[in-house]
Structures are given as structure tokens and as C-alpha cells.
Nanobody, 124 residues
Framework: VQLQACGGGLVQAGGSLRLSCAASGRTFSRHGMGWFRQAPGKEREFVAGISWSGGSTNYADSVKGRFTISRDNTKNTVYLQMNSLKPEDTAVYYC??????????????????WGKGTQVTVSS
């Protein structure tokens, strides 16, 4: 699975952005998908995950209620809608796919396929 994220940019606090991650290959619909982020000087952290079917999602506490992950298996794409953005959301955002088919996203462990990141900058 090859992944390509896009949609990042510069936005003011309180604004919104929608990230997209397009996947190549025939097995996208079998993988759990996740969004992660890494701020300067910090470790990469989990943001949101979605099951292979889209039937279940999970979020980091810091983004719950503000971010929404979704997927369209007909388009091999996963999305991250980010609302009420805060300066602390500033980071490089990465999409990733699980190593195993039909696995849920529980964190960095278990993720095997990574896209190049897209920068999100939130100004105060």
C-alpha cells in the first residue's frame, strides 16, 4: 500500500482543514487506517483511527469532538476533518495503514505503511 497525504496548510486558530490520504493498491479496503502527527521536538503521536470497514473510529483525547476521521473505500481514500483548530495542533500529519488485514488502529504499533506527511500550521 502506497499512501499520499495532502490538504495541509496555514490556518488561523478556530479554523478548519480537511486532510486527504489517497492509497494505491487493491488492498486498501482491508486495512485499518490512521492519522498521526509529529510536532517539532516531539515524538510522533496517534490522532485518529478507523477500521477497515469504517464502522468504528477512535481518537486521541486531545482531538475528540474536534476531528473526524472517515474513509471511502470506493475511492481508496481516508480523510481527516479538523475543526476548531488550535495552535497546539501544529504538526506534520501522516496517514498510515495497518500491517495486517482487518486490524484496528491502536497506536503506532501495528502500522506498517506510511505516507509522506503534510504540514498543518495553526496561527494564534
Amino acid at each position: 500500500v502506497q499512501l499520499q497525504a495532502c490538504g495541509g496548510g496555514l490556518v488561523q486558530a478556530g479554523g478548519s482543514l480537511r486532510l486527504s490520504c489517497a492509497a494505491s493498491g487493491r488492498t486498501f479496503s482491508r486495512h485499518g487506517m490512521g492519522w498521526f502527527r509529529q510536532a517539532p521536538g516531539k515524538e510522533r503521536e496517534f490522532v485518529a483511527g478507523i477500521s477497515w470497514s469504517g464502522g468504528s473510529t477512535n481518537y486521541a483525547d486531545s482531538v475528540k469532538g474536534r476531528f473526524t476521521i472517515s474513509r471511502d473505500n470506493t475511492k481508496n481514500t481516508v480523510y481527516l476533518q479538523m475543526n476548531s483548530l488550535k495552535p497546539e495542533d501544529t504538526a506534520v500529519y501522516y496517514c498510515a495503514a495497518t500491517r495486517n488485514y482487518y486490524s484496528d488502529v491502536v497506536g503506532l504499533d501495528g502500522m506498517a505503511y506510511w505516507g509522506k506527511g503534510t504540514q498543518v500550521t495553526v496561527s494564534s
